[in-house]
């Protein structure tokens, strides 16, 4: 009965939190706000989460899990690992950029443990959000560092002949610069939503250009 309290005041906590920063986005969620709206005191939410910031990413990632279930779809057409590591990038930058300030909580946090401990517990909670991958996509989604999740479908390039292995973290580092770089864009309202999808996919086919090492035909 104890777990099963404590599971039902976390959920009940991260779907409080969800809620609240799609009605007044993250800056401007607090932690007296969130027991408000859960229906408990505030002081209860650290017996189950550290401080806000943690318990912002679990609100958070509840906002990305349209975009998790989504791969399967984008990547549907998909005939080798090339296709796959700029498809992922595709769907991600769709959704990304919809939700600047969420993407930015949860793949640029402050957060004081290694924030794959978090992504774990996070679909442990809720498995459901996860989705049933390719066994590479699966293992990406399961990563919580940024550059780790993008080694993923890297290495795969790698181990089809697409890129040679010295040039995989140049790949990987460059396309994260990239995202990083028009995020930061459009949450400052410098560049439109459509304007980033286009130029991030464009500056990504010019990078993996340079590192080809075969034939390669891009889908787009």
Known sequence: MGEMHKKLAINHFINAADEL??????EKVTIRNIAQKAGYNS??????FENLDHL?????MKNITDYALALNSYLADSKNAMDRFLMVWECFFNYAYLKPDIYNAIFFPKLPKHIEEYVSEFYSLFPEDL???HDTISTMLLKGNIHDRGMTTVMDCVSE???E???ADKLNDMTLLIFEGMLKRVLRGTVNYENAKTKSMDYIKVIVKSFLIKDYNFYF
């Open 21 to 26: 920063i799609n009605e007044m986005g993250i």
């Open 43 to 48: 002081a209860t939410i650290y017996n189950y």
């Open 56 to 60: 912002i990413f679990f609100g958070a």
């Open 131 to 133: 989705g049933i991958h």
């Open 161 to 163: 002949g697409f890129i």
């Open 165 to 167: 292995s010295h040039n």
